[in-house]
């Protein structure tokens, strides 16, 4: 049984340029999240659906984010312009209520923007 | 603001000793006491999980306690081995209703390592 898919796994990019990362939640959860971990700040959540509409985004830090979650299979998080500060560990996580509220991870995607 | 507090923040344990982290929660409207361990590279698993129905809760050398009055709750491994070197993370939510939905705040983590 396929867990939660992140892709790239690792992406080094300039500053100033657009990042994507993507994200194939667990087949039939229907609650989605993405994270941000970094050593500061520890796990912060930046953004949740449920039934692919948007929640909660209070957690997203600025404009330059941005996340879509078209259908119940796929959802991207995008940074436009990426800046250094950004560098971090983005985590997707998926839930249902079958799963009660277990949230299982991917295994993130680094970004390091230099 | 944080809404789950946890410590310390780095924990160094001698193997077959005793680990322990502890945390703790202000909004009494939590119902959900999960911990998350997370290996180098990876992302958090699900290790166990409470409900503040029962007091403790053991999953082989697992343990969590929890003491609802004072809100707080802990993670206790026994025989700590050099494979529990680990993150981790203490977590609380609401049950599961309409849009909170599994919503989790986590805490800082603990960096959990044990000496062979």
């Known amino acids: 049984d396929a867990g939660v898919i992140q892709s790239p796994r690792h992406e080094v990019t300039e500053m100033g340029q657009e990042v994507t990362l993507r994200c194939k939640p667990i087949s039939g959860h229907n609650s989605l999240f993405w994270y941000r971990q970094t050593m500061m700040r520890g796990l912060e959540l930046l953004i949740y659906f449920n039934n692919n509409v948007p929640i909660d985004d209070s957690g997203m830090p600025e404009d330059r984010f941005s996340a879509k979650m078209p259908n119940a299979s796929f959802s991207t998080l995008k940074i436009q312009p990426s800046e250094p500060r950004d560098s971090a560990v983005y985590f997707c996580?998926?839930?249902?209520?079958?799963?009660?509220?277990?949230?299982?991870f991917g295994e993130g995607s680094w970004l390091t923007v230099v | 603001q944080q809404q789950v507090k946890q410590s310390p923040q780095s924990l160094i344990v001698q193997k077959g000793g005793i680990s322990i982290i502890n945390c703790a929660y202000e909004?009494?409207?939590?119902?959900?006491f999960p911990w998350y361990q997370q290996f180098p590279g990876k992302g958090p698993a699900l290790l166990i999980a409470?409900?503040?129905?029962?007091s403790e809760k053991k999953e082989g050398r697992f343990t969590i306690s929890f003491n609802k009055s004072a809100k707080q709750f802990s993670l206790h491994i026994m025989d700590s081995q050099p494979g529990d070197s680990a993150t981790y993370f203490c977590a609380a939510s609401r049950d599961g209703r309409g849009s909170t939905l599994g919503r989790l705040y986590f805490g800082r983590g603990t960096q959990l390592t044990v000496w062979p």
């Open positions: 909004n009494t409207a939590f119902d959900y």
């Open positions: 409470i409900r503040p129905d029962v």
């Open positions: 996580a998926s839930s249902s209520q079958v799963s009660g509220n277990t949230i299982y």
